[in-house]
C-alpha cells in the first residue's frame, strides 16, 4: 500500500513562493487537483485559468471537500470557507509544487519520449522498475504540462522509480517537462512524423524529442541508435553537461542492445538478445515493433540494477494501457484488434505490417481512420500508406475521414473496389456497414488517430447482438 502525499500548508508556500492568505501554516492538505469533478476530501485545489476561469467554480471544490485553493484572481474575491494561498500564476505555482515534492521524496526519475510507442515504452519500464521498487506511472495520457506535476503530486511518499511519460505538439513544451523533472534516465523511443503539421520536418521532430536533455544533470540517455537525427545530436558539444552515460538500442549490431531472434505470434512476440541468447522474452502483445520499446525497457531496467531475468519475466506479465492493441470480442462472434487510441504514419504502417503476417481463421478486416495533426503534408503522408498495404493479404480495407479520401484514390489503383470502402462525417453508416460484412470468427484492426473517433466505433463493434 502506498503512503498517500501530505503537505502543510507551510510546505506547500515555501514550494510556490506564494502567500497563506487565510489559514493556519501548520494545517495538513492531501491530494491535489485542478477539476472540481475529481476533488476528495481535504484535497489541494488549483484553479487552471484557461477557456474557462477556474476561479468560477470553487465553490463546487469547497463542496466537494477542497480544504485548500490556490488563488491568482484579485485576492479580495478569495473566499474565507477554505485556506487560500495566493500565487501570481496558478499554473506556474502547481509546478513549482510539483518539483519541490518530487525533490523531497527523491525518486528515481525516468523520463520517456517519442513519436510513437512511448506509453507503451512507459508501461513496460513501469513493470521492469515494480519487479524490484516502489514504481509511480504516468496514468493514460496525462504527459503534458498539467499532467505530468498531476502525476508527480499523486505519487506516494514511498516511490522509488518514477516513470514519467512527456508527449508535446511544438518546441519547447520537452524542456519545460524536463526541467520540472530533472530525469534520471531519459528514453527517447523513436523520430517519426507526429506534430509534424507544427514542427516542419524530422529534423524538427528531433530537435523538440531531444529537448529531453535540458533538464538532465548526468544521467542516463537511451535512444534508438540506428536513428542518425539523434546519433549526430549526442555529440554535440552541449550535451555532456546533461548526459553522463548513452545507451542505444536497435534491430542490428553496433547497437548496446539487439534482438537476435524475433518470432511474431497473433497474441505475443518472443525475442532473445545480444546480452543472452539462451534467454528468451515473450511480449503478452503483439507487434514486431513492440520489440524495440522492450529493449528500451530492459535498458532502463540496466541502469536501475535490474538482472535480465527479471526484467524478462516482468515484460511477460506487463499490462498495456488501455486501447493500445487491445483484444476485443467482436460484434457477431468476430476478434476486434483496437489500436484507435492514437496514430502517425509509421505506427500506421507497423500495425499494418503486422496485422498482414498473423493467422487467422475468417477474413482479416482493416479500418483506418484520419491520422491528424500532419498538417501540409496530410495527403503526402496518408497516400504513402499504401506501401504498407498487401492486398492480397487482407480481404476488406474500409477508410474513414477526409484525409483517408487520399489513400482511397491511392488504392484504386491497387485494390478491386469490390473490398474497398471509404466513409467520411457520420460515422453511423460505417459502423452499419461493418456490422453487416463482419462474420464469425473474421479479424478486425482498427487504427486512427484519437480525435478521429474510431474508438466510438471500437465500442460499437465490441457489442455482440445479444447485448
Known sequence: MSFMAQWTLEEIVEATGGRLYYGDPKTVASGVSFDTRTIKENNVFVPMVADRNGHEFIQSAIDNGASVAFWSDPIETAPQSIAIIEVTDTLVAFQQFAQAYLKKIKPKVVAITGSNGKTTTKDMVAAVASSTFKTHKTVGNFNNHIGLPLTILEMGEDTEVIVLEMGMSGRDEISLLSKIAKPD?????????????????????????????????????????????LSKKVI?????????????????????????????????TRFTTNRDD??????????????????????????????????????????????????????????????????????????????????????????????????????????????????????????????????????????????????????????????????????????????????????????????
Not at 524530422?202 to 535540458?214: N, P, T
Not at 553537461?241 to 534482438?259: A, C, M, R, V, W
Not at 474497398?420 to 464469425?440: A, C, N, R, Y
Request: with cysteine; glycine share 8%.
Open 185 to 229: 534516465i531519459s528514453v527517447i523511443t523513436m523520430i517519426g512524423e507526429s506534430h509534424i503539421e507544427f514542427l516542419g520536418s524530422r529534423e524538427g521532430i528531433a530537435d523538440a524529442k531531444f529537448e529531453i536533455i535540458d533538464g538532465m544533470q548526468g544521467g542516463t540517455l537511451i535512444y534508438p541508435g540506428e536513428e542518425p537525427l
Open 236 to 268: 554535440g558539444p552541449s550535451v555532456s553537461k546533461h548526459i553522463g552515460t548513452i545507451k542505444t538500442f536497435g534491430k542490428q549490431e553496433g547497437n548496446d542492445l539487439y534482438p537476435l531472434i524475433i518470432e511474431p505470434s497473433i497474441r505475443s
Open 278 to 467: 539462451q534467454l528468451s522474452c515473450t511480449l503478452p502483445i503483439p507487434g514486431v515493433y513492440n520489440v524495440q520499446n522492450a529493449l528500451a525497457a530492459i535498458l532502463v531496467g540496466e541502469e536501475l540494477g535490474i538482472d535480465y531475468e527479471t526484467a524478462y519475466h516482468s515484460l511477460t506479465h506487463f499490462e498495456l494501457t488501455k486501447n493500445r492493441l487491445e483484444w476485443k470480442k467482436g460484434w457477431n462472434d468476430s476478434v476486434l484488434l483496437n489500436d484507435a487510441y492514437n496514430a502517425s504514419p509509421s505506427s500506421m504502417k507497423a500495425a499494418l505490417n503486422y496485422f498482414q503476417q498473423i493467422d487467422v481463421v475468417g477474413k482479416k478486416i482493416v479500418v483506418l481512420g484520419d491520422i491528424l495533426e500532419l498538417g501540409e503534408f496530410a495527403k503526402e503522408m496518408h497516400v504513402s500508406l499504401h506501401e504498407a498495404i498487401h492486398p492480397d493479404a487482407i480481404d476488406l480495407l474500409v477508410l474513414y475521414g477526409k484525409d483517408m479520401t487520399y489513400l482511397y484514390e491511392e488504392m484504386t489503383k491497387h485494390m478491386s473496389t469490390d473490398h474497398l470502402f471509404h466513409f467520411e462525417g457520420d460515422k453511423e453508416p460505417l459502423i452499419q456497414f461493418l456490422k453487416d460484412s463482419v462474420q464469425p470468427n473474421d479479424t478486425v484492426l482498427l487504427k486512427s488517430s484519437r480525435s478521429t473517433g474510431l474508438l466510438e466505433v471500437v465500442s460499437e463493434l465490441s457489442q455482440s447482438e445479444n447485448e
